[in-house]
């Protein structure tokens, strides 16, 4: 009889913040782990803004990363100065930059910054990118089996859903799905601010500016690298995303009319819309 164990295998689906934190608090521990990500590579798209780490939550698990050291200069406490504007943009109301020692401790980094962080920390390989799951089920003996997008069966032993919003492997513990709120986002990037667009700049702050009227909003968040990102809520039907409606070239498009212009303004020329993520660039 062989007395020899068997590593267990765990398959984390997802290398978002959660999937690569969780990876590299296994590794840290000694336990191996593989990440399955449908992006190409970490730069393949647009990584989004900027994640606010409270104390509790976020920090906590990079303490346990033994990341917290390294994120601190990486992130910005200052991001989170908020202004909340009426139609007019006259400013309602106004929370200050975090000065050091007043107790308010969620300071921003963008999600970019942080997924090099989780990266760089877990053993070359970990992460499987280009590999979408298209399935998990129960195989022989009860155990989870992944189908990826190319047919490839993974055994595994463990499997962790970190897949996000539309997640392949939460119907195996809910039937729960996920529903549209009614809500659409637009959002664009504004670069190099403080130079090219300094009204805007004073506007946001240092951190992020929400701007609600009429059942339409405008927030906008400052990220890194004189960055600011610009959303733009939009009040439509599901199919007005999906079927990639933002139309820039479309005057009578609510979305397109807000897009063309942050467009304009930025140069950045992209932008993606919110749930489905549809991406637009302009020809
Ligand atoms: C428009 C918007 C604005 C937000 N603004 C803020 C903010 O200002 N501050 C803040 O703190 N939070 C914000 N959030 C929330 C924040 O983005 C999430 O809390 C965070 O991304 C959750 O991380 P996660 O790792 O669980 O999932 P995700 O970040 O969703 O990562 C899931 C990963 O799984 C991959 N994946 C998905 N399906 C599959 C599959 N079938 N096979 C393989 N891989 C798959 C995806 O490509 C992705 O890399 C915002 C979210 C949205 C949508």
Redesign the pocket.
Known sequence: MSTQRRERRIAI?????????LARVLHVHGIPSTV????ASATA?DQ??????DEES?QRALLHAGLLEEFRPLSRPEGGELRLLGKDAEVGFHISPPQDGDGNDRP?ID?RVLKELLLGSLPEGTVRWG????AVALGAAGRPELT??DGTAVAADVVVG???????VRPLLSDADPVYTGVS?V?GLLNDVDTRHPAVAELVGRG?MFALADEKGL?A?RNGGGRIRV?TAVKAPEEWSRSGLVDPADPADPGARRTRRTRRRSGSGCWTS??TGTRGCAR
């Open positions: 689906v997802g290398a978002g913040p959660g999937g690569l934190t399955y990500e449908l992006d798209r989004g803004g900027t994640l606010d780490l976020g921003e999600r590999q979408k799951v298209r990826l997008a970190a897949d996000g919003a539309w997640s392949r986002f959002d992020s927030f968040q959303y919110s749930p």
